[in-house]
């Protein structure tokens, strides 16, 4: 018999499985170009008015615990900002302030899935959506965003899915988007939106809508919020200061659940019990994140000006890509990953997971295995590194292709 | 059906329970008088030293994730302060840091528990214990830290329980004690801690020792680490930066594994994995904390004069508590709280829950019910507040005992 339980199993982070051995070529002395992590503050500083909020908190003797659910303040500007952005009202006790949208998706899962329940997840997802559901002992209706039509939803077969889930007497309790999506960098269409929010209503399943990057948008695209067209269906929109803010090492998400119906206001008590297990999250932090949200006009700049630089690296890094005979890739609008479909055919690798090792190994440039966002035959490149670096790593890449080329 | 998940009914905190009473006391215009969060930060302000170090990594933009498992300055001043203190030896490898000594409980019962299985805890017990275990489907043995005996481990029948789990084929998988205790503040004997060593050692139970207040011992008291005496012995150290450090709004925590046997090596490996799923502790706190382990000069003289003050107000409230005809307390040695035993036949109150309700309704006092430590007929008040403001608190739960004696 085992020692361990058996949920270690879904402890898995396909993001961060080669940080042994990236870690271990540079004890060696060899360089890694990391690309695997999506962390804005390793290239653009955290903006200087949000650093003099978080110090002005701690000036403040503002490190006891605070509120376990979040401290007023946060879920204010929360609620300010979303009806800033979006023109949606919502009340700040809708907010529930987690450590990190990570610690969303297990008060998500850990509040909504007993064992055997399902829920919908389009592939490619975000590495941790499979395993943190498996984790509660869930099981995933696996759909599909089509990347031939620029990853957006495949709308044909999910209402059939979903049947069938109903005919194993096993409804999906809910269905989650990414919007702007890692890892494809895709924002949604309008049009799939509220189809899946009629989708969502119909089959009676909570809507979850991971906007982590709503800010993060170019390329001329629109990005809609759930919350602007889920009026009336119960929903969660998970967000956080990490990627808009650039501040992911403050672990401060935020989940938001609007609604007034019944299962919307169970989920929200439970979001506050959840959160009060873990008695509280990083106190002077969330004052920052506050001011971050709070302080428009210093943030409408730092953001302008982070997103610009970034359209213009992910469509450099696009480009390069598309020249290759190896891979190619939907041209991203959103966040700042690039999802290329490598062409296995020609190349003499067993796999993505074999691509992304010995490209670490041989080259010093560490990406992610799309068998890790459930889409394998691809890699996630990390576009946040400066030009020069971006064109140094893809031509390692494009030598690494020719070198293992049949 | 239910819609939430069945394990939502072990998402409770007995600590906070009474938290939205409170606040709408508060909103009404009257002043409560807390002492239901064992937050030192609240009346001592963190030491500078910290504060600047938590700074200057925010100005030197420490903002992005970390690695997962913790930074390694943060591990090796771990390793350096168990070799200080405690004279052991363990490799940075063995520290996992959590987001708190709560990450770390949660972590502790998913590593280990499948559903049914068991482990012995100790009442009273810390708040999350229980719950924490039951969340993942574990079933605690309820042992006892016996009040006549200075709420020392009551040896007698502990192996009569664990023998009595072994029969119904499911073996306790781990022990946990607290060490100083909370909500007692016992400081356990050595003798005792060496039978639990002992059992631990001969029935195979991974020993856990939570000691995040092991240097707040006075009154003559001797505090030994669980590390020091189990040598051999799988055991998992809980700590961080919370009490000690008098920080806990930093959220910093961390989980040692020490030995090298093939279970300590299993669950120090799926520590890593379970932090990896969660990207990130907060980063700059850990870089804050990482100083003040290592700033030994600068912190002796912070916890010796925050331990003094504690040790003056914690032996004064005792005093006040024990003149009572309505409850007595053992004297605490360690911690900061103190658990008096109500007399209930004195009064005409049902039990310790109608007693802390009332009591923050009529007196405006906020203390914590015994039940909520598994304890009936207690109640647990934090004595950090000034001496001014622990007299006035317990004047009042006086003249409430009084009102509504028999």
């Given at each position: 018999?085992?020692?361990?339980?058996?949920?270690?199993?879904?402890?898995?982070?396909?993001?961060?499985?080669?940080?042994?051995?990236?870690?271990?070529?540079?004890?060696?002395?060899?360089q890694?170009?990391?690309?695997?992590?999506?962390?804005?503050?390793?290239?653009?500083?955290?903006?200087?008015y949000?650093?003099?909020?978080y110090?002005?908190?701690?000036?403040e003797?503002?490190?006891?615990?605070?509120?376990?659910t979040?401290?007023?303040?946060l879920?204010?500007?929360v609620?300010?900002?979303?009806?800033?952005?979006?023109?949606?009202n919502?009340?700040?006790?809708?907010?529930?302030i987690?450590?990190?949208?990570?610690?969303?998706?297990?008060?998500?899962?850990?509040?909504?899935?007993?064992?055997?329940?399902e829920?919908?997840?389009?592939?490619?997802y975000?590495?941790?959506?499979?395993?943190?559901?498996?984790?509660?002992?869930?099981?995933?209706?696996?759909?599909?965003?089509?990347?031939?039509?620029?990853?957006?939803?495949?709308?044909?077969?999910?209402?059939?899915?979903?049947?069938?889930?109903?005919?194993?007497k096993?409804?999906a309790?809910?269905?989650?988007?990414?919007?702007?999506?890692?890892?494809?960098?895709?924002?949604?269409?309008?049009?799939?939106?509220?189809?899946?929010?009629?989708?969502?209503?119909?089959y009676?399943?909570?809507?979850v809508?991971?906007?982590i990057?709503d800010?993060?948008?170019?390329?001329?695209a629109?990005?809609?919020?759930i919350?602007?067209?889920?009026?009336?269906?119960?929903?969660?929109?998970?967000?956080?200061?990490?990627?808009?803010?650039?501040?992911?090492?403050?672990?401060?998400?935020y989940m938001?659940?609007?609604?007034?119906?019944k299962?919307?206001?169970?989920?929200?008590?439970?979001?506050?019990?959840?959160?009060?297990?873990?008695?509280s999250?990083?106190?002077?932090a969330?004052y920052?994140?506050?001011?971050?949200?709070?302080?428009?006009?210093a943030?409408q700049?730092?953001?302008?000006?982070?997103?610009?630089?970034?359209?213009?690296?992910?469509?450099?890094?696009s480009?390069?890509?598309?020249?290759?005979k190896?891979?190619?890739t939907?041209?991203?609008?959103?966040?700042?990953?690039?999802?290329?479909?490598?062409?296995?055919?020609?190349?003499?690798?067993?796999?993505?997971?074999?691509?992304?090792d010995?490209?670490?190994?041989?080259?010093?440039?560490q990406?992610?295995?799309?068998?890790?966002f459930?889409?394998?035959?691809?890699?996630?490149?990390v576009?946040?590194?400066?030009k020069?670096?971006?064109?140094?790593?893809?031509?390692?890449?494009?030598?690494?292709?020719?070198?293992?080329?049949r």
């Open positions: 018999m085992a020692f361990l339980s058996s949920r270690g199993r879904y402890a898995i982070n396909a993001l961060e499985e080669d940080d042994v051995l990236a870690d271990k070529i540079i004890r060696s002395g060899r890694v170009i990391k690309m695997n992590r999506g962390d804005p503050p390793a290239y653009f500083k955290t903006p200087e949000i650093i003099d909020a110090i002005e908190a701690l000036k003797n503002r490190t006891g615990y605070s509120d376990a979040g401290i007023h303040e879920k204010e500007a609620s300010a900002r979303y009806k800033r952005l979006y023109g949606i919502f009340n700040p006790g809708k907010v529930t987690t450590q990190g949208v990570s610690e969303a998706l297990l008060f998500l899962n850990s509040m909504l899935i007993n064992s055997g329940d829920a919908v997840i389009f592939r490619p975000y590495t941790q959506y499979l395993p943190d559901l498996e984790f509660y002992g869930g099981k995933a209706i696996l759909e599909r965003y089509s990347e031939k039509d620029n990853w957006n939803v495949d709308l044909d077969g999910l209402e059939k899915s979903i049947k069938k889930s109903i005919k194993r096993r409804k309790k809910y269905l989650i988007i990414t919007n702007p999506n890692n890892p494809t960098g895709t924002v949604l269409d309008l049009k799939v939106l509220k189809e899946i929010v009629e989708l969502s209503k119909n009676g399943m909570i809507l809508s991971d906007e990057y800010e993060i948008v170019y390329n001329g629109a990005f809609t919020s919350s602007k067209i889920a009026k009336g269906v119960p929903h969660m929109i998970l967000n956080g200061s990490s990627k808009v803010l650039d501040s992911t090492g403050f672990r401060i998400g938001i659940i609007p609604e007034e119906d299962r919307s206001l169970e989920m929200n008590a439970e979001a506050k019990n959840l959160s009060r297990v873990r008695l999250s990083n106190t002077p969330q920052a994140v506050a001011a971050g949200l709070r302080n428009v006009v943030h700049q730092a953001v302008r000006s982070m997103v610009n630089e970034i359209a213009g690296r992910v469509n450099f890094a480009r390069l890509i598309n020249e290759s190896y891979m190619n939907v041209k991203p609008s959103g966040a700042f990953y690039i999802f290329p479909k490598l062409d296995m055919k020609m190349l003499k690798i067993k796999d993505d997971k074999e691509f992304v010995r490209l670490l190994e041989e080259e010093c440039v990406v992610t295995r799309g068998s890790g459930g889409d394998p035959g691809h890699i996630r490149i576009s946040l590194p400066p020069e670096i971006l064109e140094t790593a893809i031509g390692r890449i494009e030598a690494f292709c020719k070198r293992h080329s």
